[in-house]
Nanobody
Framework: QVQVVESGGGLVQAGGSLRLSCTASGSFFSINVMAWYRQVPGKQRELVAD???????NYLDSVKGRFTISRDSTKNMVFLQMNSLKFEDTAVYYCYAEIATTGRGIYYQYWGQGTQVTVSS
């Protein structure tokens, strides 16, 4: 059973920082993309940042220069360092991973349960 679990959300003042962590656990062959999405009520879930196994990263325009995604492939973890937080960063943040459970090259999507980030203005 593959699981993806986030941690690190919380309440922070505008201008502050938070670091989110996510761990993929269970029995699997490899991980391709690991990413962070966020969602606010009434809006679609949006991609904040992603990182593939070759080390390429992408960021939502509004977080460029403030957020940094990183991975520890030895521990199957991904992190999101969020600096200079703004009120509009308030959302539930979800960890996402594309994981192959066998060596056949088929990757499945896994989501964490979400962690709330609240930025007070």
């Amino acid at each position: 059973q593959v699981q993806v679990v986030e941690s690190g959300g919380g309440l922070v003042q505008a201008g502050g920082s938070l670091r989110l962590s996510c761990t993929a656990s269970g029995s699997f062959f490899s991980i391709n993309v690991m990413a962070w999405y966020r969602q606010v009520p009434g809006k679609q879930r949006e991609l904040v940042a992603d990182s593939n196994k070759r080390g390429s990263t992408n960021y939502l325009d509004s977080v460029k220069g403030r957020f940094t995604i990183s991975r520890d492939s030895t521990k199957n973890m991904v992190f999101l360092q969020m600096n200079s937080l703004k009120f509009e960063d308030t959302a539930v943040y979800y960890c996402y991973a594309e994981i192959a459970t066998t060596g056949r090259g088929i990757y499945y999507q896994y989501w964490g349960q979400g962690t709330q980030v609240t930025v007070s203005s």
